[in-house]
């Protein structure tokens, strides 16, 4: 017997990375920081423990005001939900589940499917080039709603200010939606955009570029209208949805510009590197200006090299749909677990030619 409403069985929810006890792994698999919060977000986060039988701000409004002067917008264009997964669930659920069809690229953040399917939503899946960049030609043809993760999850690969642009200014009538979860990394931020069309809502996320992947706060910015209307739906579901420490967390990470500016420094820096090295040893690595890379390499298929990996302590992720099998995705961790990667690669590589 199953109580599950028969709409929902046959569901294929998302597959999150693996979060393994069994023993230490070099964990490079969720691109989650390989750094600490910043010690202002500890401090904020200590002095709210006292508060904590009492229900938060449901308007998250200390934290909606930090962002809203970090990125020179007004408080009421901003909502603060549980991860950016939440409001990009509000999003889809508010905006997408009109007759109007939704594009978004098939190789991307792997939650937009999961969305769409769970929420009813008519999309279409635009195949990207070759090299795995966006033809934006194939989201200016209006009368569709566009999501784009920019710079692009799984590729790393970003498009240009002038290149989003052109994909809000296309149609007036469609939503665009940009989730920038990577954007800290080396992307460019279309905020500033959102004094200028209306149709545009951006997504933002302190999971992977502030160290708050546990604390859970990711938040949207878009016109007043767009923000109160997905506040609707937020207070139809859950109010209370941001807990008052992880709140606490986030302005602190929000203020702490020093810290910031010097992890994401030391991330790229890192990257950087990391991207040489493989490409020495015969990887194609894609252009990445996020914490992770891409690539895959002539000799060894993805899965083999992530399970090879795997049992010698260090955790990637591998994709395995047709398209992507050879690739593995790689974070950027620090820069000596990076090295302990390279050699292992190495060894790997020198096992397998004597094989
Ligand atoms: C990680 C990620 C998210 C979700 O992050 P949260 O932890 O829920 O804030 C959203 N979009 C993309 C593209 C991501 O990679």
Do not use: W
Not at 43 to 67: F, G, H, M, Q, V
Not at 88 to 114: C, H, M, Q, S
Not at 126 to 144: Q, R, S
Not at 329 to 334: D, F, L, M, T
Request: net charge neutral; hydrophobic share 40%; aromatic share 10%.
């Amino acid at each position: 017997m199953s109580f599950l409403n028969k709409e929902y069985a046959s569901l294929k929810p998302y597959t999150p990375g693996e979060q393994l006890n069994d023993r230490r792994y070099i964990k490079l698999n969720t691109n989650e920081s390989p750094y600490e919060a910043s010690d202002k977000a500890k401090r904020y986060a200590e002095a709210e423990l006292t508060k904590s039988r009492l229900y938060p701000d449901p308007e998250n409004s200390l934290l909606a005001e930090t962002i809203a002067k970090y990125y020179h917008v007004n408080k009421n264009q901003v909502i603060i939900t549980n991860g950016s997964d939440e409001v990009l669930y509000f999003i889809f659920a508010g905006f997408f589940t009109g007759e109007k069809r939704l594009l978004f690229p098939n190789v991307t953040y792997g939650f937009y499917k999961v969305y769409a399917d769970f929420c009813g939503v008519n999309y279409h899946e635009v195949p990207l080039k070759a090299n795995f960049t966006i033809n934006v030609d194939d989201y200016t043809k209006g009368n569709a709603n566009v999501i784009i993760a920019n710079p692009n999850a799984l590729t790393g690969i970003s498009l240009d200010l002038p290149e989003i642009e052109k994909i809000v200014a296309a149609d007036k009538n469609s939503l665009v939606a940009i989730d920038e979860a990577y954007v800290d990394f080396g992307g460019k931020s279309c905020v500033d955009l959102v004094g200028k069309y209306d149709n545009l809502i951006v997504i933002q996320t302190l999971s992977k570029s502030r160290q708050l992947a546990g604390a859970r706060v990711g938040f949207a910015i878009s016109n007043e209208k767009n923000i109160s209307d997905l506040k609707k739906i937020k207070y139809s579901i859950n109010p209370y949805n941001v807990n008052r420490v992880s709140e606490a967390m986030a302005r602190g990470a929000m203020e702490d510009q020093e810290y910031f500016d010097k992890t994401i420094r030391k991330i790229i820096e890192t990257r950087e590197v990391f991207v040489c090295v493989l490409r020495e040893k015969g990887f194609l690595v894609l252009n990445s200006s996020a914490n992770f890379v891409f690539a895959k390499h002539a000799k060894m298929k993805g899965k083999a090299l992530y399970a090879l990996l795997r049992e010698r302590g260090f955790l990637v992720r591998h994709f395995d749909t047709d398209l992507l099998t050879d690739f593995i995705r790689i974070s950027i961790g620090k820069r000596e677990d990076m090295m302990l990667l390279t050699d292992e690669i190495d060894n790997i590589l020198k096992e397998m030619d004597q094989a």
